[in-house]
């Protein structure tokens, strides 16, 4: 594991230290935008007083903290592997590269030391999870992973009440920022009721030391509402249209969500990763303020 010299002076002197996703970066957003956003995510981060720590495999070794080369090889190489918890056993020891998702770097980040993280939403149950059994590691791994992930929720093209029964099997702690209802990223509510509430950062951070307090095994998902969200017939229209076109050709399992998502970006004139973009920003920003508070 190669730690940015940064990152390592900020984490011995006790100074805040956000994580960041790459599979974001490599496979979440459109080129050449995507080297563009994540400057402007660790940038952000900045602004609000923490460290960023973008976590990343890259020649076979844990990155935690890139520099602009290591940014821009993400982007722009168009071949590395999105990898999982269960992907960086083999991604490492072939010596390749790999964009982390939520998990992978959920549990990189822990083991670096670093206890907030922000990204832009979560993994979940896939729809149609009663057949295909399709349940995003990100859950399972977050059930284990005593790590603060701050994100907007998960997209509608999952099943989002299934998502928050599994969170709540898993003993994951859901906390709505300023909401009661679990935010579903281009909008800013799914309507399904969460228990809990923080009003401030300083707040969250409360949260996440009695977590540490009672031995609390999960993490703590922080989900935070797009203020502008996405003009919601528009949404539900090009969703629908979507999930038409996906069985009519025959889409399925893992190719479903990449389909939706280039659906989204093409059918919306820009209006879908207007929305991802501030998101991921005001994600980064609230997830800074916490791990100050921390
Ligand atoms: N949700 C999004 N955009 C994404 C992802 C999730 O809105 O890019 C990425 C994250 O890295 C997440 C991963 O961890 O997809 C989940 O993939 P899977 O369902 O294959 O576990
Ligand atoms: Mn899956």
Redesign the pocket.
Known sequence: MRVDPEVQAALAAGQPVVAL?S??IA??LPRPDNLRVAREIEATVREHGAVPATIAILAGEVRIGLDEDALEALAYSGEVA?C?VRDLPAVLARGEDGA????ATSHLADRAGIRVFA??????V?RGAVETFDE???LGTLARTGICVVCAG??SILDIRATLERLETLNVTVLGYRTDTFPA?YLASSGVPITWRVESPEEAASVLRARDEVGAPGGVVVANPLDEPMDAELHDRVLAEGLEAAAAEGISG?DV?PFL?ERFHSQTEGESLRANVRLVLRNAALAAQIAAAL
């Open positions: 996703e599979t974001i496979h979440g999105k999982g982390t998702t939520v998990a990204t832009g939403g979560l993994g979940g896939h995003s590691a990100d998960v997209k990223f893992r969500t998502l």
